[in-house]
């Protein structure tokens, strides 16, 4: 009919719309699965306390991506691999601007730091990292905090499998915790509403509910992961 002609070409219109309001790079993949370090720089030796942690980025996370040991009290333990390198790679993973090692192999992410202050001196962060004996690691309730410094978003994606990268939360602590959702007509309004977002690093698009998840982290929840063959990820 007449109407379902014109109904028909409004759709269309409104879909290309979006797709014109859609940055030009965001047609575009990229080969990078996490957001991108160009490097990380030391700042300081600095004081921690169990009771307060200061940076408290990994609450509520159990794993995260190949981070498989499990993670709790806001911080990622592992007798054998930490180093400075993978504590900076698992903090990439939320684009957390600073990460802190502690003890040889505690591993902090946050985006504020120095909450109970520095340390008095700057060697009371003295302990050799597990992974590499070459390493300091912080020291006994002492942090050696570091920055991550990012690639500049550029509006980039990349498409991955949901299953590549995920995560789980701990005990109690609901996986939406790590995600919100929107509805979206078509997959270009979920990546135009993730790349509107700093707080988006990743997205995944389902046609049948059409709906829109966007992720804080770049890893996938197992929800997500259920309802979605694949995601959108942030360089």
Request: charged share 15%; with cysteine.
């Amino acid at each position: 009919s007449g109407c379902n002609r014109r109904c028909a070409s409004m759709q269309h219109s409104v879909h290309l719309i979006v797709l014109l309001s859609v940055p030009l790079a965001l047609l575009f993949l990229v080969a990078m699965s996490q957001p991108s370090v160009l490097h990380h720089g030391y700042i300081g030796c600095f004081v921690d306390s169990s009771s307060n942690r200061d940076l408290k980025g990994l609450t509520g996370l159990k794993t995260i991506g190949p981070f498989t040991d499990k993670i709790e009290f806001a911080y990622f333990f592992n007798g054998y691999t930490v180093t400075i390198e993978s504590c900076s790679s698992l903090c990439a993973l939320g684009r957390f601007r600073y990460f802190g090692l502690q003890a040889q192999g505690f591993c902090f992410c946050g985006n504020s730091y120095g909450l109970h202050g520095a340390a008095s001196s700057d060697s009371e962060c003295n302990k050799n990292c597990y992974g590499n004996s070459s390493q300091i690691c912080g020291g006994f309730d002492r942090n050696s905090i570091y920055e991550n410094i990012y690639a500049p978003e550029t509006g980039l994606f990349k498409r991955v499998a949901s299953t590549k990268s995920m995560l789980t939360t701990a005990a109690g602590q609901p996986e939406n915790s790590t995600y919100w959702s929107q509805e979206a007509t078509v997959a270009f309004e979920c990546l135009a509403a993730c790349h509107r977002s700093p707080d988006c690093l990743a997205c995944a698009f389902v046609q049948s509910s059409r709906m829109c998840h966007l992720m804080r982290f770049a890893a996938v929840p197992g929800e997500v992961a259920s309802e979605a063959q694949w995601v959108w990820v942030k360089p």
